[in-house]
């Protein structure tokens, strides 16, 4: 079946320009988790999803972030005034489980490139 | 000191051996614990997962967990050129998804046909 979905799969933005990444986990999934990958690095957590709650942003980097999940399916990270540090992977996963992160699946990614 | 420390290798090994893979951490309360592979351009998969202390088995891999020691290990046997990948060890406070998870730098695992 189909599996995390992120778009767009690349972006290059200004620095200073507004960007939306996108996130469909899979159906029915009432679990979702946005994080930031460095170059090098491990994944850091950035904020979590219970249906359309947020009930956990205490990885948002600064408040130029912002994600949203107004239907519970579909999520949208919006990072305003983009700053060269913002270049990173960001991923999304999903989880059937309430608080399931033993069975999270990720999705490929977006690659943000600030310049 | 980060919470989690891996080391991020490049580790090389020849076809057929036996690979162990570690994790240190510094938070006590951590109680569940994973173990993810990440092919490039790719998000992470998860292979194993464990709570509290102990060793689970899935067919060739292996993972320890040793909570007096804040010490993680993955053991690849026989491994293959298609394991090839980096390892990222996880870990978190709860089963629960409030506190997300806390990930080690990743190890980049190379099998040499």
């Known amino acids: 079946g189909a599996g995390v979905s992120q778009s767009p799969r690349y972006k290059v933005a200004k620095r200073g320009q507004d960007v939306a990444l996108r996130c469909d986990p899979i159906?029915?999934?009432?679990?979702l988790f946005w994080y930031q990958q460095a170059l090098g690095q491990g994944p850091e957590f950035l904020t979590y999803?219970?249906?359309?709650?947020?009930?956990?942003k205490s990885g948002l980097p600064s408040d130029r972030f912002f994600a949203e999940r107004p239907e519970g399916s579909v999520s949208t990270l919006k990072i305003q005034r983009t700053q060269q540090e913002d270049s990173a992977v960001y991923l999304c996963?999903?989880?059937?489980?309430?608080?399931?992160?033993?069975?999270?699946?990720f999705g490929p990614g977006t690659r943000l490139l600030v310049l | 000191q980060k919470e989690v420390e891996q080391d991020p290798g490049p580790l090389s090994v020849p076809e057929g051996a036996i690979v162990s893979l570690n994790c240190t951490y510094s938070?006590?309360?951590?109680?569940?614990f994973m173990w993810y592979r990440q092919y490039s351009r790719k998000g992470p998969e998860l292979l194993m997962y464990?709570?509290?202390?102990g060793n689970k088995e899935d067919g060739r891999f292996t993972a320890q967990v040793d909570k007096s020691s804040k010490y993680i290990s993955l053991f690849i046997r026989d491994s293959q050129p298609s394991d090839s990948a980096t390892y990222l060890c996880?870990?978190?406070?709860?089963?629960?998804?409030?506190?997300?998870?806390?990930f080690g730098k990743g190890t980049h695992l190379i099998i040499q046909p």
């Open positions: 996963a999903s989880s059937p489980v309430l608080r399931g992160l033993e069975t999270q699946y």
């Open positions: 159906s029915g999934h009432v679990s």
């Open positions: 999803f219970q249906n359309e709650a947020q009930l956990d």
């Open positions: 938070n006590s309360a951590f109680q569940y």
């Open positions: 464990t709570y509290s202390s």
């Open positions: 996880a870990m978190s406070l709860s089963g629960g998804g409030a506190d997300g998870l806390t």
